[in-house]
């Protein structure tokens, strides 16, 4: 059986751990790989190696970071289609989705790649008689990012690119359901020259990441994951002294109002419902209908879904692939088999969905009781649930009133309807006729209540303060024959 190394000092390291975790193909339900889980030692030899080498890194003009980094994203786009293809082996993903994905990814290597100009600091002249004041960023050692499984390639690149760019040391440990496109962009990190130590992978689970948690090198933890596990990252981290920005769930919801172009609007739906299986913090899983659009639109979506190609990675016409383990699948067909809503689009039904495999084919659900699992629960696979109200008010009363606050969207001709919503609702990311608004890389990605632990959003300008620590330099080149003590305050005027 293949097994999955860890990445130190530049190289592949085996694992030495007792613990084997299983890596599946989601479309036959067969294990492909293991991963030989970190030990607690073996994650202390990565931030080692980090710490080791991180100074001379950091020393590094901010012209040769800024190189490495347009080396790596010329290496990522000449390596799309083997990312894409590794990707979508062990995810499940179609192949387009999976290309998709690391294209987005490399959004974030283009910004980071803007360094030199971001990582300005600014400068005052004679603040004071004689007195300069400036500030610079510096980073703040080795820091380390935790990745979910929905995106193995994008998400990392959220956080390493920025990250490294500003001069730390990395560790990232990825989900251990995909983990070999670390592996990948490990070496073409080390391809683009950076050098070898500053970039660590450590494989494992729950382990491993308590163990970045616990070690008082490891300076800040990104995370992207469930809501419980952030809170708990959050918790600890800090705790522990530790930065902290992490992701967690969502239930995001698209309202479309009775002016909307409704099969725009049932396109979106489906798009954004059943992309990657639903596996998607980002994905719309609740669509709002607003008074009397909501049977056409119901309809309209329905006829939409029995279109969908469901399949394996490999088949070139598949549309939707699997979910990504058998557990996964079996929890959100469990959805499915309660109460608090009308199945319209019973996904069970279809044949690829009794195996072999991970399938769940869509389902559409209507009418759905918001004191209901469909609304209250974030499912995370292939079903849509409709919520019907009567009016604009309440349909933002029930995206405010969520706990989680990722993104949502509004449909509407109406431009006065559209401004109100975005300055209205309580969400981090809003797009208005646009179901994923996932802020392009210039931006920054990050949710508001439940869906954010800590102060600082994920990647673009928020992601390169998280990873850098402000000093302010206030400076004096007096005349000597000036000189004089004076216990009093400093004075500024």
Known sequence: MRQIPHWIGGREVAGTGSRRLPVFDPATGEIQAEVVAATAE??????????????????????????????????????????????????????????????????????????????????????????????????????????????????????????????????LKPSEKDPSVSLLLADLLRRAGLP??????????????????????????????????????????????????ALGGAKNHMVVLPDADVPAAADAAVSAGFGSAGERCMAVSVVVAVGAVGDTLVEEIATRIGKIRVGAASDPDAEMGPL???????????????????????????????????????????????????????????????????????????????PWGNGTAIFTRDGGAARRFQYDVDCGMVGVNVPIPVPVAYYSFGGWKASLFGDVHMYGPDGLRFYTRTKVVTSRWPDPATSEVDLGFPKVR
Request: net charge negative.
């Open 324 to 402: 990504i383990s058998g557990a996964h699948r079996d929890k959100v067909r469990s959805y499915l088999d309660g109460e608090g809503g009308d199945v319209v689009v019973d996904g069970r039904k279809s044949e690829i969905s009794d195996g072999p495999g991970f399938f769940l084919a869509p389902s559409l659900v209507d009418k759905v009781d918001t004191a209901s699992p469909y609304y209250t629960d974030e499912i995370f696979g292939p079903v849509l649930s409709v919520v019907r109200v009567d009016t604009y008010d309440e349909a933002l009363k029930l995206v405010n009133d969520n």
């Open 42 to 171: 073996e994650v202390r030899t990565a931030v080692r190696t980090a710490l080791a080498v991180q100074p001379a890194w950091r020393a590094a003009s901010l012209s040769r970071r800024a190189e490495v980094m347009f080396r790596f994203r010329d290496l990522v786009d000449g390596h799309r289609k083997e990312i894409a293809s590794l990707l979508s082996s062990e995810h499940g993903k179609t192949v387009a989705d999976a290309s998709g994905e690391v294209a987005r990814g490399l959004e974030n290597a283009e910004f980071a790649a803007g360094a030199p100009h971001l990582l300005k600091g600014g400068y005052s002249e004679q603040a004071a008689g004689g007195v300069d004041v400036y500030s610079i960023q510096q980073p703040l050692g080795v820091v380390a990012g935790i990745a979910p499984f929905n995106f193995p390639a994008m998400v990392p690149m959220w956080m390493f690119c920025n990250a490294l760019v500003a001069g730390n040391g990395f560790i």
């Open 196 to 245: 070898d130590g500053v970039f660590n992978v450590v494989q494992g689970d729950k382990e491993a990441v308590d163990a970045l948690l616990a070690d008082p090198d490891v300076k800040a933890i990104s995370f992207v994951g469930s809501t419980p596990v952030a809170q708990s990252i959050y918790e600890t981290g800090t705790r522990n002294g530790k930065r902290v920005q």
